[in-house]
C-alpha cells in the first residue's frame, strides 16, 4: 500500500507540475524532495486542472468511489499508471468490492506498458496463483523485470524465489544480491534476509557483526521478526557483547509485532527474564518505559 501511495503522488506531481509550469525535467537528485513537494501541494490547495489530479485529490481524501471511476476513465484511454492504481483499488476493494481477477487484469495491462509497480503486482500474483493461475515460472520472470527497474518490493521476493528455489533454480549467492538491493532501498524484510544470509552463511561468508548491522536496521524500522533476530544476537553475544538487557528489550518489541516468531519472542523474553539480575531486571524495566524504536 505505501508503494501504491508513493506512486500516486509521483503521478499526481508529474501532472500537477504541467500545470502549474514545474520545469519539465527535475535532476533526477531532486527526486524525493519533488515527491515530498508534490505531496504538499496535492493536500495545500485543489488541483488546478485535469481529469489526473481529480483521481490523485479524490484519492487522498479517502474519496475512493470517486477516485475509482476518475481512474477508470484514464485507464480505459491507455494510462498505464491508472490502470495500475484500478489493479490496486480491485486488489484491496477501494471504491469497489475486492476482485483479484480484475485486479490482476489492470495490472496486466500496466505492466505491459512497462510499469514497474504492476510489474510487481503481477508477478507476486502469478507466484501465488491470486486472479490468475498459478504460474511461477511466469511470476519470477514478472518480479524480474520489476526488479530491473529498482522495485524494492519485487527485488526482495525475487531473492526469496532464489532461497525456495521455485520458478528459477535455487541459488543462494543470487538470492544475497537482491536482498542486498532491496535492503539498501531500506526494505525491512530484505533487511532481515540479508542479515540470516550473513548469520547463517548462506550464499556469503559468515559475518555476524554484518548480521547484526542489518538486523538492527530492520528492527529499528519495526519488522518483528528483525527484532526477534536482533534480540537472539545479542542473547547469544554473536556480533555484539551479549547483554541481556538488550536482548529483552527486542523481544519484547517483536513480541508485540504481528510475525511468524510473535510467539517464540514472547518465550524468549520469559527466558531471558529468568536469567536477569536483579540489576538487569530494573534497567530492563527502565528501557521499556522508554519511547521504543521506529
Known amino acids: 500500500m505505501v508503494i501504491g501511495i508513493l506512486s500516486l503522488l509521483v503521478f499526481a506531481g508529474a501532472a500537477i507540475g504541467a500545470c ?3 520545469p519539465a525535467h527535475w535532476p533526477r537528485h531532486g527526486l ?5 513537494a508534490t505531496a504538499w501541494i496535492a493536500f495545500a490547495a485543489p488541483a488546478p486542472c485535469g481529469p489526473r489530479e481529480d483521481a490523485a485529490n479524490s484519492y487522498q481524501r479517502g474519496d475512493y468511489a470517486a477516485a475509482f471511476n476518475d481512474f477508470k476513465a484514464l485507464a480505459d484511454k491507455g494510462d498505464a499508471h491508472a490502470q495500475y492504481m484500478l489493479g490496486l483499488m480491485y486488489h484491496d476493494g477501494q471504491g469497489i468490492s475486492p476482485n483479484e481477477t480484475a485486479a490482476f487484469g489492470w495490472f496486466l495491462k500496466a505492466a505491459q506498458q512497462g510499469n514497474a509497480d504492476a510489474e510487481n503486482y503481477v508477478g507476486y500474483m502469478y507466484y501465488n496463483g491470486q486472479g490468475v493461475a498459478e504460474d511461477k515460472s511466469f511470476g519470477f520472470n514478472w518480479l524480474h523485470k520489476a526488479a530491473l527497474q529498482g522495485n524494492a518490493t519485487a527485488e526482495f521476493r525475487l531473492g526469496i524465489a532464489y532461497v525456495d528455489g521455485k520458478g528459477t533454480a535455487q541459488d543462494d549467492a543470487r538470492a544475497v544480491t537482491w536482498f542486498r538491493k532491496a535492503a539498501e532501498q531500506g526494505n525491512s524484510d530484505a533487511q532481515f534476509w540479508l542479515g540470516l544470509s550473513y548469520e547463517q552463511a548462506d550464499g556469503i561468508p559468515q559475518d555476524y557483526a554484518a548480521a547484526v548491522l542489518w538486523y538492527r536496521k530492520s528492527a529499528e524500522q519495526g519488522n518483528g521478526l528483525g527484532q526477534y533476530a536482533l534480540g537472539l544476537m545479542y542473547y547469544k553475544g554473536h556480533g555484539v557483547a551479549q547483554d541481556l538487557v538488550q536482548a529483552e528489550h527486542w523481544f ?7 510475525s511468524d516468531l510473535r510467539a517464540d519472542a514472547a518465550a524468549m523474553r520469559i527466558k531471558v527474564a529468568s536469567e536477569m539480575t536483579p540489576a538487569e531486571v530494573s534497567s530492563a524495566q527502565k528501557s521499556s518505559r522508554a519511547a521504543p524504536p521506529k
Not at 519484547?252 to 504481528?258: I, Q, T, V
Open 20 to 22: 502549474i509550469g514545474r
Open 32 to 36: 524525493v524532495g519533488a515527491i515530498v
Open 252 to 258: 519484547s518489541l517483536s513480541a508485540a509485532r504481528d
